[in-house]
């Protein structure tokens, strides 16, 4: 049976036990990061928490609505064994007139294909050494690469993570600008629990004269390593620094992890870019529901 927990009712331990031993686990199921990143969240639990589906959401017009936070790229069912992840949208539909919410790679909602968009993001396997990833870059990767270093970009681990938000915020977020100063306040909160834990790393390119040129957030968990966030400086894009902070984090990673996730992008330009680096395409559901009244529909498309 499936029933509704607010958070404040959660058995943590088991929820976080769940999110662990899943099949489809992922970092941005567990209850710490929920807390830092959702406005609310409560969770459907089936039995004594054999699979659970968190839900983050936010009120407005005194409407409880189920919305998808900033800085988590995959959500949904998550089971120890293998359940019918229909049933959890059915009692979703019956909580909320509104849900839009990310999935995963291994949901399936069978049930409910006409509230399905189909969303993509790119992994690259690391099964091979570095030397052996780096030729299957696309040509022109590698030149990207090949320039940098004629440039002498510089790599820097550990670096400030103030420094990796306001080149994000004054770069990549003019281009968003629904994402507002608060939200920036929760990716920082984020970034600072994250390398607390030992799950993320920061990776900047420097030039020469000691400008950023490019940075971004790396999560790792278990043994798989996904770019969360990233910019490069778009007044100073010809140097290469983008492929270049790309390259080095597989350099790295690759001696550990076994998949590079690059974040995701339905967008083919910015894919297509991901792809050059000789990764592949995995597809998971987005689910939208919208049963609202009329006028409230129309409000809230």
Same mark, same amino acid.
């Not at 590698?142 to 970009?153: E, F, G, H, S």
């Not at 994250?194 to 790393?201: A, D, N, P, S």
């Not at 900047?204 to 790792?220: E, H």
């Not at 974040?263 to 559901?285: D, E, H, M, R, V």
């Given at each position: 049976?499936?029933?509704? *927990?607010?958070?404040?009712?959660?058995?943590?331990?088991?929820?976080?036990?769940?999110?662990?031993?899943?099949?489809?686990?992922?970092?941005?199921?567990?209850?710490?990061?929920?807390?830092?990143?959702?406005?609310?969240?409560?969770?459907? *639990?089936?039995?004594?928490? =054999?699979?659970?589906?968190?839900?983050?959401?936010?009120?407005?017009?005194?409407?409880?609505?189920?919305?998808?936070?900033?800085?988590?790229?995959?959500?949904? *069912?998550?089971?120890?064994?293998?359940?019918?992840? #229909?049933?959890?949208?059915?009692?979703?539909?019956?909580?909320?007139?509104?849900?839009?919410?990310?999935?995963?790679?291994?949901?399936?909602?069978?049930?409910?294909?006409?509230?399905?968009?189909?969303?993509? @993001?790119?992994? &690259?396997?690391?099964?091979?050494?570095?030397?052996? @990833?780096?030729?299957?870059?696309?040509?022109?990767?590698?030149?990207?690469?090949? /320039?940098?270093?004629?440039?002498?970009?510089?790599? /820097?681990?550990?670096?400030?993570?103030?420094?990796?938000?306001?080149?994000?915020?004054?770069?990549?977020?003019?281009?968003?600008?629904?994402?507002?100063?608060?939200?920036?306040?929760? &990716?920082?909160?984020?970034?600072?629990?994250?390398?607390? =834990?030992? *799950?993320?790393?920061?990776?900047?390119?420097?030039?020469?004269?000691?400008?950023?040129?490019? !940075?971004?957030?790396?999560?790792?968990?278990?043994? /798989?390593?996904?770019?969360?966030?990233?910019?490069?400086?778009?007044?100073?894009? =010809?140097?290469?620094?983008?492929?270049?902070?790309?390259?080095?984090?597989?350099?790295?990673?690759?001696?550990?992890? !076994?998949?590079?996730?690059?974040?995701?992008?339905?967008? %083919?330009?910015?894919? /297509?870019?991901?792809?050059?680096?000789?990764?592949?395409?995995?597809?998971?559901? %987005?689910?939208?529901? #919208?049963?609202?009244?009329?006028?409230?529909? &129309?409000?809230?498309?």
């Amino acid at each position: 049976m499936i029933r509704y *927990v607010k958070r404040k009712d959660l058995e943590v331990v088991k929820y976080d036990a769940c999110i662990d031993n899943s099949l489809q686990s992922n970092i941005y199921g567990y209850s710490w990061y929920l807390d830092i990143v959702a406005d609310n969240w409560d969770v459907l *639990v089936l039995d004594d928490y =054999k699979a659970v589906m968190p839900i983050p959401w936010k009120k407005k017009l005194f409407i409880k609505y189920v919305y998808p936070p900033f800085w988590l790229i995959q959500l949904g *069912v998550y089971s120890i064994e293998v359940v019918d992840e #229909n049933e959890f949208l059915i009692e979703l539909f019956n909580d909320f007139k509104f849900a839009e919410t990310r999935t995963n790679t291994y949901n399936s909602f069978s049930m409910f294909k006409a509230y399905e968009r189909e969303s993509e @993001l790119q992994i &690259l396997l690391m099964e091979n050494d570095y030397a052996a @990833l780096f030729n299957n870059y696309r040509k022109d990767r590698r030149k990207d690469v090949a /320039k940098a270093k004629k440039l002498d970009l510089i790599e /820097k681990w550990n670096d400030n993570s103030e420094e990796l938000i306001e080149l994000f915020k004054n770069n990549v977020g003019k281009r968003t600008p629904y994402i507002v100063e608060r939200d920036y306040d929760v &990716l920082k909160k984020l970034i600072t629990i994250c390398l607390e =834990k030992k *799950v993320g790393e920061i990776l900047s390119i420097y030039d020469k004269d000691d400008n950023l040129v490019a !940075s971004g957030f790396f999560l790792k968990y278990k043994k /798989k390593v996904t770019i969360l966030v990233s910019s490069t400086d778009f007044k100073n894009r =010809k140097n290469g620094a983008n492929t270049f902070l790309i390259d080095r984090a597989i350099y790295k990673f690759e001696k550990n992890f !076994s998949v590079f996730n690059f974040g995701g992008s339905s967008l %083919q330009t910015i894919a /297509k870019y991901f792809l050059s680096f000789g990764a592949s395409t995995l597809k998971y559901p %987005q689910i939208k529901y #919208n049963n609202l009244p009329f006028l409230l529909k &129309l409000f809230k498309k």
